[in-house]
């Protein structure tokens, strides 16, 4: 039978099912609904009210689809990765507020003690309200992109069957670290919020990083604010590279090879794009600061001519005191 | 602490299972849904039509039943029945049940026997 309460319940159950099966789920609810209508009523026609008796015994549209939809039973994040998720999601949290809140308060005293007389009541007001405002900009939004950067690394495990547990073969089992393999849960969680801090710096307020005439008492910033921006993505990339190392530091707790490539891999793509980032000749704000020196007739700083050079150079040192160190630090724990 | 809704939770959990092997048991000679869902309420197994389609066609894609049309009659209807594998699956599964059930009888009746005495 043919009726337009059935028809739009049927509808309503079968609209987001795959196109494949949802002409045969149809006609399957069709004849259940009539199967039932006439245990219900025989050989007489069904009144409106068997009808809605029927289909509310059949149960909601809603979960006539759930119970079809072969999908039904997957979520975002499920067993065995929402545990982890919830570890590591906490651990990004709590590393993303102190990196932005450390991000804030660098560029507040700059702003709050730098253009204007030090430990002035003037100063102190500009430094608290800068960091406040910067602190009720910036933490909300770096929250909700940690949330959802962690939540889609995550949803693509779940869905992707990555394995990040090893405990399924018992001959898997790492052994019970002593204490010089472990790796202290505030080392990754120093490291992340450093990198969240490095990121929120970068690319929220670069010209933080500016020095001061003192005859003049103006501040020019060492880098040229547009390539910085035009660099972005450069500089998450790096940012990103930081945070994966420390996480895999975190979720393995130990020292092991696990920790000592990733720690060789990511130190290596992050001085590669450092070189990258800075081989450009205009990462330096060098038209400003030249024009700045020509123009009062001062000789440029050896430091600055050579500014780009120099901060590659540290860059890259950093990264390999770190890689040596874990290299190290790997062998010998597994001696 | 509300008992009714843990034993009707509890309840449901132990269905679940079962009724895969009751749906593949019954399936051995071709049914419609409906019919099958009268025929389990016969035999005191409540299960509703919501729970049984679905369920017959989760069990059709992984293979343990097949399914036709049925279009000569006075109203179209699906039929399924249990494949070669769904057989397999289902007389491994019996003997598996079967000893299970039986051990779980003897420690729930040594239970009462204990706390009759």
Redesign the interface.
């Known amino acids: 039978m043919t009726n337009d309460l059935i028809e739009r319940y049927i509808y309503a159950a079968t609209k987001r099912l795959l196109e494949k099966?949802r002409a045969?789920?149809s006609?399957?609810?069709r004849?259940?609904i009539?199967?039932?209508l006439t245990?219900r009523c025989g050989n007489v026609t069904p009144s409106e009210k068997d009808i809605r008796v029927v289909l509310t015994?059949?149960?909601t549209p809603q979960?006539?689809y759930e119970?079809?939809n072969?999908d039904s039973d997957k979520c975002l994040i499920g067993s065995p990765y929402y545990s982890t998720y919830k570890y590591v999601l906490k651990i990004v949290l709590i590393c993303a507020s102190s990196g932005i809140a450390l991000a804030a308060v660098i560029s507040s005293l700059l702003s709050g003690f730098g253009n204007t007389d030090f430990l002035t009541v003037n100063s102190f007001i500009i430094f608290f309200r800068d960091l406040f405002v910067k602190l009720f900009e910036t933490v909300p939004s770096v929250l909700v992109w940690a949330f959802a950067f962690v939540t889609i690394l995550f949803a693509i495990f779940y869905h992707k069957n990555v394995k990040i547990d090893n405990t399924g073969n018992l001959d898997n089992l790492p052994p019970v670290p002593v204490k010089k393999e472990k790796i202290s849960k505030v080392e990754p969680i120093v490291g992340i919020a450093f990198s969240i801090a490095f990121l929120s710096v970068f690319l929220i307020c670069p010209q933080i990083f500016s020095f001061i005439v003192t005859e003049t008492n103006t501040w020019i910033p060492i880098f040229d604010i547009d390539t910085i921006h035009s660099t972005w993505y450069i500089i998450v990339l790096f940012g990103v590279l930081g945070m994966t190392r420390e996480t895999v530091k975190l979720i393995e707790g130990r020292r092991n090879k696990k920790v000592m490539i990733t720690s060789i891999v990511t130190n290596a793509l992050s001085a590669v794009i450092t070189v990258i980032w800075l081989a450009r000749d205009n990462i330096l704000n060098r038209d400003c600061i030249t024009g700045y020196f020509t123009e009062s007739g001062s000789v440029i700083p050896a430091v600055l001519s050579n500014f780009q050079l120099l901060f590659m150079g540290v860059i890259l040192f950093a990264l390999a005191i770190d890689t040596i160190d874990v290299i190290v630090k790997t062998l010998k724990v597994s001696k | 602490m509300n008992h009714d809704d843990i034993v009707s939770g509890l309840m449901q959990e132990l269905r679940r299972g079962t009724l895969i092997l009751l749906v593949l048991n019954r399936l051995q000679k071709p049914m419609y849904g409906y019919n099958l869902v009268k025929e389990l309420q016969n035999h005191s197994i409540p299960i509703e039509a919501n729970t049984l389609y679905p369920l017959m066609r989760r069990l059709e894609s992984q293979g343990l039943l097949k399914s036709e049309w049925e279009t000569s009659e006075s109203k179209p209807r699906k039929y399924y029945q249990i494949t070669e594998d769904g057989l397999i699956v289902l007389k491994k599964a019996t003997e598996q049940w079967k000893t299970f059930s039986q051990n779980v009888d003897k420690l729930l009746s040594e239970e009462e026997n204990n706390n009759d005495k």
């Open positions: 099966i045969d789920v006609e399957e609810l004849t259940i009539d199967d039932m245990e015994e059949l149960g979960e006539l119970q079809y072969p």
